[in-house]
């Protein structure tokens, strides 16, 4: 029990020792002044000083700008070649080089012979194509497999 108590008596004066104040006077040779954080350069926060900076007043946001980190993307999406039963397509956003990252699946449907997937979904702002994939359980090894462009948060193709 005693060696509990002395171990957080150190654990405690360890956290004070750290929290003290380094204005206080004691420099350790750093140059600085007390008062100001020797860290961060004060050339870092121009505008704050009025060297050569630009005030927030003066900032100009676009028309429409929005924070918003995602958009509707419409889909429209058919198989040329599609076989006479059931497949399935998969959706994808985030793929490279072929390569699909099968986390970022954010559709999977059935798909069968002239059928026309159409939706609406919200993707995020950093993708700019698709990765997509139509399989058939008698034709394995032959999926399709397509990325597709995203164009006026719009996608339409025929596979």
């Known amino acids: ?15 004070l020792a750290a929290c003290s104040d380094s204005s206080s006077g004691s420099s350790s040779g750093g140059g600085a002044a007390p008062g100001t954080d020797s860290a ?9 000083e009025g060297i050569n900076g630009i005030k927030t ?8 700008f929005t924070f918003s980190t995602e958009r509707e993307v419409s889909i429209t999406l058919s198989v040329a070649s ?10 994808y956003s985030e793929f490279k080089d072929g390569v699909v990252d099968h986390t970022s699946q954010f559709i999977i449907t059935p ?6 997937f159409q939706t609406s ?8 194509k698709i990765w997509v994939e139509v399989w058939y359980p008698s034709a394995v090894g032959h999926e399709i497999t397509q990325s597709v462009d995203i164009v006026d948060n ?6």
């Open 1 to 15: 029990m005693k060696h509990i108590h002395l171990l957080l008596g150190i654990t405690a004066l360890t956290f």
């Open 111 to 116: 798909m069968n012979d002239e059928t026309e």
């Open 154 to 159: 719009t996608i339409n193709a025929i596979l």
């Open 82 to 91: 599609s076989q006479s039963e059931r497949g399935f397509m998969s959706l």
């Open 40 to 48: 961060v350069p004060a050339s870092t926060f121009p505008a704050a």
């Open 121 to 128: 979904v919200m993707l995020p702002n950093h993708v700019d």
């Open 57 to 64: 007043s003066e900032l100009s946001i676009p028309e429409g």
